[in-house]
């Protein structure tokens, strides 16, 4: 097995199941025109995204981590007209892009881009009373993702639907002595959720065109 049969595999299952409309591919190009890093989700895994979102019914969603705005469009695209995705951004050139993609993909009215950082972003979004939400993306940076994760308990309700995108990072999450801080991230995500009785989790292994890694799935009690 090669890292070319799960390409295969991959582009098998967008072709069959999750085509890209050109508001998709055109967010993945202005990755590419922009600079801006690749690590969007894929197209099966948006795909994914939405269904949970319809399993909830979704009206509200929140996303920690925009980037170009791929995986937010996934999951905006179930809203209904009054629904509302908050995505969090804090790098300013990621979150102009990411607004042009999602006008470009007429999203705008469901969608608002907070830019900030996760950690000062979410106790404003808890004090405005924006919560609960019925889905919640953490996809931004992994050493805090535990902290990510108690903040998401508080802008919950019992049903919520928490995924944790990147915990698995090409297995290395078995590793007990990395030295990589955002493995140690997902590694005292991973073992809190063991704990956590709020919650019933598991985690889902994913590999793909571009990885190997792993979604974290909790459904809040
Ligand atoms: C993996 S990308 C998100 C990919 C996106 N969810 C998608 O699939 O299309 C992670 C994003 O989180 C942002 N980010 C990193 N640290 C952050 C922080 N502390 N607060 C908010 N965003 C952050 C990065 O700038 C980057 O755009």
New binding site residues.
């Given amino acids: 097995m090669d890292d070319l049969i799960f390409a295969k595999v991959d582009k098998y299952i967008t072709d069959l199941l999750t085509p890209e409309d050109k508001a998709l591919t055109d967010t993945l190009d202005s990755i590419e025109r922009e600079g801006i890093p690749s ?3 894929s197209a099966p895994q ?1 795909k994914f995204l939405q269904v949970m979102a319809l399993a909830c019914n979704a009206k509200k969603i929140l ?10 469009i996934w999951m905006a695209r179930t809203l209904p007209q009054d629904g509302k995705i908050i995505t ?4 300013e050139h ?1 979150a102009a892009v990411a607004q042009k993609n999602i006008d470009n993909a007429g999203l705008s009215s469901r969608v608002d881009i907070r830019r ?4 000062d972003i979410l106790p404003q979004i808890l004090t405005n009373g924006e919560g609960p939400f019925d889905l919640i ?1 953490i ?3 992994k050493q ?1 993702y535990k902290e990510y994760f108690e903040h998401a308990l508080q802008l919950s309700r019992s049903g919520t639907i928490i995924i944790c ?2 915990v698995v990072r090409n297995g290395e999450v078995v590793n007990e002595n990395t030295t990589d801080d955002r493995v140690q991230g997902v590694q005292r995500l991973n073992k809190f959720l063991s704990t956590c009785n709020k919650v019933t989790a598991t985690i889902i292994q994913t590999v793909g065109a571009k990885e190997y890694d792993g979604m974290a799935i909790a459904i809040v009690k």
């Fill in positions: 690590i969007s989700v948006g996303e920690l981590g925009t980037l170009a705005g791929y995986s937010t969090v951004e804090f790098d990621h900030g950082k996760a950690l993306f996809d931004a940076d805090p995108d990147n």
